[in-house]
């Protein structure tokens, strides 16, 4: 599969709690890419927590932060890259991801509410309505995660190895039709 990768990055974007750090990290392994975490990256650069850059700075410092990493992130290859949830809302940012092979990990809000249950490190779900919230944000988000190209729906049921597997099966489809993908 890296062969066929060419070293191109692979982007998972998605909605908070969707898993893409469980699922990045897994998938850098079994290709032999590196792993990283633009949120893992923005708090030590910023030296504080992304609760504590919303609460000082608020959420647009975060969003140019975020920008800025990934600016960064993308001249690198043979990386697995988990973004944060909300890095697909920047025009810019589609220009940098374009970089690589975007993978939108998507489940349903259940799903999502389930794992994030007991998460208090989510600023945007310091709501009263976390459901709401997390139904609001889905819906803004949904055409420009529709815009990866690949889409992997999640069951409840599925390990983070069998996603893992799916979006592994999925890659060479979309390979074939990538302007980075050369002929022989």
């Not at 990990?105 to 997390?134: F, H, M």
């Not at 819906?139 to 069998?162: F, V």
């Amino acid at each position: 599969m890296s062969n066929l990768l060419r070293g191109v990055n692979l982007y998972l974007i998605g909605m908070m709690g969707v898993g893409k750090t469980t699922v990045g990290r897994l998938l850098a392994k079994e290709l032999g890419y590196g792993f990283l975490d633009t949120d893992d990256v923005i708090v030590k650069a910023a030296g504080k927590s992304i609760n504590e850059i919303f609460v000082d700075e608020g959420e647009a410092e975060f969003r140019q932060l975020e920008s800025d990493v990934l600016a960064q992130v993308c001249a690198y290859t043979k990386l697995t890259i988990a973004t944060g949830g909300g890095i697909v809302l920047r025009r810019e940012n589609w220009g940098y991801l374009r970089h690589g092979l975007i993978v939108w990990l998507d489940a349903p809000v259940e799903i999502l509410l389930n794992r994030l249950a007991e998460d208090d490190t989510r600023p945007l779900l310091q709501d009263s309505d976390p459901e709401g919230k997390l139904r609001s944000l889905l819906e803004q988000r949904q055409s420009l995660y529709s815009q990866a190209d690949l889409h992997i729906t999640i069951a409840a049921t599925q390990t983070p190895e069998q996603i893992v597997t799916c979006v592994l099966d999925a890659i060479p489809s979309v390979l074939k039709n990538q302007d980075f993908q050369q002929q022989n």
